[in-house]
């Protein structure tokens, strides 16, 4: 980690010295432990506030949406592959962009590393793979394999599919006997079964929509929840207005999603989503042989006609 | 003022008599978090958790409250009157509040209860609750309410400061609310002049353990143009994703949004919580948004909180220093930096 964040200073104090970019976008250091910020460096000093750790959960191409300058941008391999999407659907333009690639290792799951002390964490340090947590009461190390987010371990992109500099080397990308199956256990539900794990996973919604927020996906100048004329769905807690919303939202996402995990950090109510995301990327895999935001030359399934289809009614 | 000692092997026996004439509210753990809700029948408040994920400002001021209903039916004589909603406003007890977010509910009874307006569902809903408190013996990391006019022991707000005192609880009864509700748990045993001194150090203890201090003092007189106008507000602002993160987990955060909806010829006019952290809250009918831009959202919630409510106010801040948004902000975005910003700013001439 430490090799990185030097890199990753000297590469954007260059770019923005040599005037290549406007502005870098990374993360800085957070407030308070385990926590990183979103950042952008407007001169070669700002810069070298960027970091890079096991907690940069937030995906950056979040914040490329529509903007005019030259930009660099520290991209882990979910971000590179949302910034793929970004130049597909037209969000920015390949041109504008110095993409910084680094070659991630997973981020942690905070919540998870707060359940090994029965205090609340004070401090988190890591060094190479080893993150010291302490409380005021007591000190553990752990490994960051062991502990990382839930998208991070079924993650087989670790590694920008785009860049124009790569942050140290690319790591080596694991295969998974069975990258699908909390999605095929969900599947094997009879209707019931469905209907309660629904319920309960989405007991407990607040609607703030952080996790719509913080996807870079969801960048529609008006979402559908907010329309007001006509006005699709009920704003309060009613719990068809909130299914509603997810649902709808997910499909949105369908064909497009990378599984950053950007929503589930950002939940304050510890919702997983994920379990709606994640079943629409199985489908765009089975379906059409998908992985969203691969290709700058290829367009999402669903946006695309080909002869090919494996659905019958389109022939 | 009386202190009365409670043991806590009497705790939830008088508790249980207590809900005969109260319905209780207090923390519970819902999946992996605690929220305040109504205590079920044989449920027991978790007086060990030191903040809830969102503050217990639904229990005065619900998510979705039904305001009014009308019926669309014309052969009724009412048809198309609102009325008001049949809310049951019988006696309720807060349990395990904590200082900082009874001081909150306090801050925002000066919105909701003023000379010309009264807002009747809140103040209803508030005249009929009971809050009894818990002070904060081991403050989190997150905790800067000393610095916000509050702190793990203070009483504003409340009518009963409990302090865990490990055995027992020792209760300071601190309105007549209060003293009705301890009457009515039949805990009536006085505190001796020891459990005093004990919880004086206990007091002083919490209160040195916060060690963030946020700079407010020269708030008031800094100049509302001058900040609107700052230069560190798109700074500020950058990381922001725009959700309603904050302002739901907030105590003091109270702004809302009415909703009529019809099923059949019932109709139903709800409130819900809103958030300036939305482009909707402010989209005029026109098309029109004063506060179109992320930044203008961002500079409206610490701007609200820190300036505007002092200076209409003159009660402090709009914060109280819990530390939620800090905690549950997913980009960092930490009140206590921006805070000092504000408190610092000094404008270039």
Known sequence: MESYIEQIRTLAVDLLKSGKVDVVIGYRRGSVPMATVPFMARTPEQAKQLTWDSHCTLNLANYLTNRQEKIGIIAKGCDSRNIVNHIVENKINRDQLHIIGVPCKGMVNPKELQTLLDDEIISCAETGSTLTIASSQAEIKIEREDHLRNNCSLCTHRNPVIYDD???????EPVLDDPFKDVNAIEAMDADEKWNYFDDLLDGCIRCYACRNACPLCYCPTCFVDESDPQWVGKGQNDTDIKTFHFLRAFHCAGRCTDCGACEAACPMDIHVRAFTRKLIKDSKELFGWEAGMDI?????????????????IK | MKVIKIDKNKWTKGLDTARESYQLFGPVKIKENHCFAPLKRDQQPDMTVVDTVLSPKSTVFPQTEKLMTATLDTSKPNHHLMERADTDYSPRAVIGIRPFDARAIDLVKLNFDTKDHRDPYWCDAHDATTFVGLAVNTPSQFDFSTSMDSGPFDEKGLDVLLVDMDTGYLAKILTPK????????????????????????????????????????????????????????????????????????????????????????????????????????????????????????????????????????????????????????????????????????????
């Open chain 1, 166 to 172: 790569l942050v140290g080397e690319a790591v080596e």
């Open chain 2, 178 to 349: 209060g003293e009705a509700f301890m009457a009515c748990a039949g805990f009536n045993r006085e505190a001796t002049a020891g459990d005093l001194q004990k919880m004086e150090e206990l007091k002083k203890a919490a209160e040195q353990a916060i060690t963030t201090q946020v700079e407010t003092d020269n708030l008031r007189e800094k100049s509302l143009l001058d900040l609107h106008q700052a230069p560190f507000w798109d700074d500020v602002a950058f990381s922001c994703i725009n959700c309603g993160t904050c302002t739901f987990v907030c105590p003091t955060c109270w702004c809302f949004d009415i909703q009529d909806e019809t099923k059949g010829n019932n109709t139903t006019r709800f409130r819900n919580w809103d958030s300036c952290m939305s482009p909707l809250f402010t989209l005029h009918g026109s098309g029109h948004n004063p506060r179109g831009e992320k930044t203008q959202r961002v500079r409206q919630r610490f701007m609200h909180k820190l300036k505007y409510f002092l200076d209409k106010y003159d009660q402090g801040t709009m914060c109280v220093g819990c530390g939620r948004c800090v905690k549950s902000c997913p980009v960092n975005i930490d009140i206590r930096e921006v805070c000092n910003v504000m408190n610092a700013y000094e404008p270039q001439k």
């Open chain 1, 297 to 313: 030359s290829k367009r999402p399934p669903l946006d695309t006609f080909a002869p090919d289809d494996p659905n019958d009614f």
